[in-house]
């Protein structure tokens, strides 16, 4: 995990403020595309004018309810929860110095699935209402055996591999549990598996707002740490910081802010990962406080998009959005790995 | 070959290592008949000694005999022999790689072939079909995923966690694509998604008749590139150096564990693990020379299959878990050895640099 070598961050000819305010203006723009779409797709379509006359007021009372109340919310909690997990997952990689590093490897997402799956298959008896809070706490259990089993890591991608492994133990017991079940809980959870927007409210998008709101801020001020803990421990030690603290600190945040979406909208892959790497791309720096909020438009607007084309591409079926993320952002992640050759932001091998 | 020399990297093979791998052999075979018989015997039924043999000599009580020849032997023949096939897939894969790392279900291979089986299987069946084709189309899926593997590792010559990463990351984004297949067989649902993690219920004389054709074809086969695997693990310059066609050797040992893993996936699922353990533990037994080491992952692999499928099994007579206790199924048998498997690989992460 930490780096062997530590090497002072070459100076960019470019100053990446300014491409910052493009970006982010670029990124609004298709936040307002991914919204109109959203509202817009699907059957009924309404044309543009009726749209319009929706929010004065006016209109079919059909249609303002399909828009208003199903395609409004789902549109709203696809922007958030990509926002969140983009910044879930800049976090991580900033934290573990690892560009590698995604909530989806770490056992996060196989922990909630599990706290879910036990109270949908045992019918453990949590209120409905409380629901979340087991899932966000079967999370943050399986992100906290990670981080404690990555202490014996070397190198990016022996942590990812006890990543894999906890996860590959979380999905024993998660298949016990199914095996366990009766054949119409196992088709009920799958669903929830795959990770999907699809069904979801405005109870949903209420019950992430209040994280969303929270953690984000708490991500901000926590960039700076980041950019520290991005020279290596042996650096940020030497800047005055305490290292090992503050990690924890930021993975808390990054494993709270996955684990709310999670327990609202099932495991959704590589969001976290490849909204950073975009991030970094398009305003060629490595300091998280410009990739931060760069990182939350693009994961917004990825998982909004992905979302809208799974609804409408093969309608009327649907893919689950989190089955798409997977096919096309492992792909990605793959070209990536074969492409670099290591994973520490700076040194490394 | 230096055959009685000490040679490092491959593991030494000398008349003291051979005399080990028959004893090893030798309490390896008496453990698969007493796990075999043990198999026989327990389950919803107990049965004693004398009863099992009655009943496999065509005597005894009707039930009985129902009971052990349909219903438990085929299942304990099965699990013997998947789990030798993946033990053997497993050792050639880390041999060839280079890589102990390197397990079928772990980098991809089974999933390919569970996605291949799926592509082909009929819209809106709810079972697993069984037939002669399934060996077949599952190895076009295994031979997919590796070649994948292949190129994304060819490129960088990446070695060590690294490739055993991108194996890790190709797995699941097949699995993905498997999700997605999945979807539109709601009503098998339950059914795959516990092949599609291996399990032995429900496995009878037909799947026996689909495996054991290619097992007795494929296990020789390996045996016999055994000693050319033995050169490959010198490094690339030496095995050319010693005249091995290096390039048709590797492709010959890929595509044969591709084929060991398809035909164990067709009749149990992607059971998760035991090609990792089975080869490790072989190693540790009688030493990393493939001549030994191949037959050795076979007939551990072997025994742990069973075990682990006896273990699911008595494991859900034995605690009454809630919501079970009508149950007549038992746990998959790829749950026990992924939750006994994954700790071992962590395990086996934390000594990779001795290994490697």
């Given at each position: 995990?930490?780096?062997?070598?530590?090497?002072?961050?070459?100076?960019?000819?470019?100053?990446?403020?300014?491409?910052?305010?493009?970006?982010?203006?670029?990124?609004?723009?298709?936040?307002?595309?991914?919204?109109?779409?959203?509202?817009?797709?699907?059957?009924?379509?309404?044309?543009?004018?009726?749209?319009?006359?929706?929010?004065?007021?006016?209109?079919?009372?059909?249609?303002?309810?399909?828009?208003?109340?199903?395609?409004?919310?789902?549109?709203?909690?696809?922007?958030?929860?990509?926002?969140?997990?983009?910044?879930?997952?800049?976090?991580?990689?900033?934290?573990?110095?690892?560009?590698l590093a995604?909530?989806?490897l770490l056992?996060?997402?196989?922990?909630?699935?599990?706290?879910?799956?036990?109270?949908?298959?045992?019918?453990?008896?949590?209120?409905?209402?409380?629901?979340?809070?087991?899932?966000?706490?079967?999370?943050?259990?399986?992100?906290?055996?990670?981080?404690?089993?990555?202490?014996?890591?070397?190198?990016a991608a022996g942590m990812l591999l006890i990543g894999m492994?906890?996860?590959?133990?979380?999905?024993?017991?998660?298949?016990?549990?199914?095996?366990?079940?009766?054949?119409?809980?196992?088709?009920?959870?799958?669903?929830?598996?795959?990770?999907?927007?699809?069904?979801?409210?405005?109870?949903?998008?209420?019950?992430?707002?209040?994280?969303?709101?929270?953690?984000?801020?708490?991500?901000?001020?926590?960039?700076?740490?980041?950019?520290?803990?991005?020279?290596?421990?042996?650096?940020?030690?030497?800047?005055?910081?305490?290292?090992?603290?503050?990690?924890?600190?930021?993975?808390?945040?990054?494993?709270?802010?996955?684990?709310?979406?999670?327990?609202?909208?099932?495991?959704?892959?590589?969001?976290?990962?490849?909204?950073?790497?975009?991030?970094?791309?398009?305003?060629?720096?490595?300091?998280?406080?410009?990739?931060?909020?760069?990182?939350?438009?693009?994961?917004?607007?990825?998982?909004?998009?992905?979302?809208?084309?799974?609804?409408?591409?093969?309608?009327?079926?649907?893919?689950?959005?989190?089955?798409?993320?997977?096919?096309?952002?492992?792909?990605?992640?793959?070209?990536?790995?074969?492409?670099?050759?290591?994973?520490?932001?700076?040194?490394?091998? | 070959?230096?055959?009685?020399?000490?040679?490092?990297?491959?593991?030494?093979?000398?008349?003291?290592?051979?005399?080990?791998?028959?004893?090893?052999?030798?309490?390896?075979?008496?453990?698969?008949?007493?796990?075999?018989?043990?198999?026989?015997?327990?389950?919803?039924?107990?049965?004693?000694?004398?009863?099992?043999?009655?009943?496999?000599?065509?005597?005894?009580?009707?039930?009985?005999?129902?009971?052990?020849?349909?219903?438990?032997?085929?299942?304990?023949?099965?699990?013997?022999?998947?789990?030798?096939?993946?033990?053997?897939?497993?050792?050639?894969?880390?041999?060839?790689?280079?890589?102990?790392?390197?397990?079928?279900?772990?980098?991809?291979?089974?999933?390919?072939?569970?996605?291949?089986?799926?592509?082909?299987?009929?819209?809106?069946?709810?079972?697993?079909?069984?037939?002669?084709?399934?060996?077949?189309?599952?190895?076009?899926?295994?031979?997919?995923?590796?070649?994948?593997?292949?190129?994304?590792?060819?490129?960088?010559?990446?070695?060590?966690?690294?490739?055993?990463l991108?194996?890790v990351?190709?797995?699941?984004?097949?699995?993905?694509?498997?999700?997605?297949?999945?979807?539109?067989?709601?009503?098998?649902?339950?059914?795959?998604?516990?092949?599609?993690?291996?399990?032995?219920?429900?496995?009878?004389?037909?799947?026996?008749?689909?495996?054991?054709?290619?097992?007795?074809?494929?296990?020789?086969?390996?045996?016999?590139?055994?000693?050319?695997?033995?050169?490959?693990?010198?490094?690339?310059?030496?095995?050319?150096?010693?005249?091995?066609?290096?390039?048709?050797?590797?492709?010959?040992?890929?595509?044969?564990?591709?084929?060991?893993?398809?035909?164990?996936?067709?009749?149990?699922?992607?059971?998760?693990?035991?090609?990792?353990?089975?080869?490790?533990?072989?190693?540790?037994?009688?030493?990393?020379?493939?001549?030994?080491?191949?037959?050795?992952?076979?007939?551990?692999?072997?025994?742990?299959?069973?075990?682990?499928?006896?273990?699911?099994?008595?494991?859900?007579?034995?605690?009454?878990?809630?919501?079970?206790?009508?149950?007549?199924?038992?746990?998959?048998?790829?749950?026990?050895?992924?939750?006994?498997?994954?700790?071992?690989?962590?395990?086996?992460?934390?000594?990779?640099?001795?290994?490697?």
């Open positions: 995990m930490p780096s062997e070598t530590v090497a002072i961050p070459k100076p960019k000819e470019r100053r990446p403020q300014r491409r910052l305010l493009p970006a982010a203006l670029l990124g609004l723009f298709a936040i307002a595309a991914v919204i109109a779409v959203g509202l817009k797709g699907g059957s009924p379509s309404p044309s543009w004018g009726e749209l319009a006359g929706l929010i004065s007021g006016e209109g079919d009372a059909l249609v303002r309810t399909i828009v208003a109340e199903i395609r409004l919310p789902r549109v709203v909690l696809g922007l958030m929860v990509g926002a969140m997990l983009a910044v879930s997952g800049t976090l991580m990689q900033g934290a573990m110095n690892n560009r995604g909530p989806e056992g996060l997402s196989a922990g909630a699935s599990l706290a879910a799956a036990a109270i949908l298959v045992l019918r453990l008896p949590v209120p409905y209402h409380l629901q979340p809070l087991c899932v966000l706490a079967g999370g943050l259990a399986g992100g906290a055996v990670v981080i404690m089993a990555a202490r014996i890591a070397r190198g492994s906890v996860t590959a133990m979380l999905n024993g017991l998660l298949i016990v549990l199914i095996a366990m079940g009766t054949s119409n809980d196992v088709n009920l959870f799958y669903a929830y598996l795959l990770g999907s927007l699809a069904n979801r409210g405005w109870e949903q998008v209420l019950r992430v707002l209040p994280w969303f709101a929270a953690m984000l801020p708490v991500a901000f001020v926590l960039a700076k740490r980041v950019n520290l803990l991005q020279l290596g421990d042996d650096s940020a030690s030497g800047l005055g910081i305490n290292a090992g603290l503050s990690r924890i600190v930021i993975l808390l945040a990054s494993a709270m802010l996955l684990a709310s979406t999670v327990a609202e909208c099932g495991p959704i892959g590589y969001v976290s990962l490849l909204a950073p790497h975009l991030a970094r791309a398009v305003i060629l720096s490595q300091d998280a406080r410009l990739v931060l909020p760069v990182s939350a438009l693009i994961g917004a607007v990825l998982l909004a998009l992905a979302d809208q084309l799974g609804r409408l591409l093969f309608a009327p079926l649907e893919l689950p959005v989190g089955v798409w993320t997977t096919l096309v952002g492992g792909t990605v992640f793959l070209l990536i790995l074969s492409r670099k050759n290591g994973g520490a932001f700076h040194g490394g091998k | 070959m230096a055959e009685n020399k000490a040679i490092p990297g491959i593991g030494e093979r000398s008349a003291r290592h051979s005399r080990r791998f028959w004893i090893v052999t030798g309490v390896l075979l008496a453990m698969l008949t007493a796990l075999v018989l043990l198999h026989l015997a327990f389950g919803r039924t107990p049965l004693s000694l004398e009863e099992i043999m009655a009943a496999l000599s065509g005597n005894g009580q009707d039930g009985h005999r129902h009971i052990v020849w349909n219903l438990r032997l085929p299942r304990a023949l099965v699990a013997m022999t998947a789990g030798g096939l993946l033990g053997l897939a497993g050792a050639i894969l880390q041999v060839v790689m280079r890589n102990p790392l390197m397990e079928p279900g772990l980098i991809g291979v089974s999933a390919g072939a569970v996605l291949a089986v799926i592509l082909t299987m009929p819209f809106s069946s709810a079972a697993i079909p069984i037939n002669g084709r399934m060996p077949i189309v599952a190895l076009g899926g295994a031979l997919l995923s590796i070649g994948m593997l292949y190129m994304f590792n060819g490129r960088t010559g990446g070695s060590g966690p690294r490739l055993a991108i194996g990351v190709a797995a699941s984004v097949l699995q993905a694509a498997n999700s997605l297949l999945m979807l539109r067989q709601q009503e098998g649902l339950a059914s795959i998604l516990l092949w599609s993690f291996g399990s032995l219920n429900g496995r009878v004389w037909a799947h026996w008749n689909m495996i054991w054709p290619w097992a007795l074809a494929l296990v020789p086969c390996a045996l016999l590139m055994a000693r050319r695997a033995a050169v490959l693990q010198l490094g690339d310059e030496t095995a050319v150096g010693l005249g091995l066609p290096l390039f048709r050797t590797r492709l010959l040992l890929l595509l044969l564990a591709a084929a060991l893993t398809a035909v164990s996936v067709s009749a149990v699922g992607a059971i998760g693990f035991a090609g990792l353990i089975g080869p490790h533990i072989a190693a540790k037994l009688v030493g990393r020379h493939p001549v030994y080491l191949f037959p050795a992952s076979v007939l551990l692999a072997g025994t742990l299959l069973i075990a682990a499928d006896w273990i699911a099994g008595s494991a859900t007579l034995s605690f009454s878990l809630p919501g079970m206790e009508h149950r007549v199924t038992s746990l998959p048998a790829g749950a026990v050895t992924t939750l006994l498997g994954a700790p071992f690989f962590l395990y086996l992460l934390r000594l990779t640099k001795k290994l490697i």
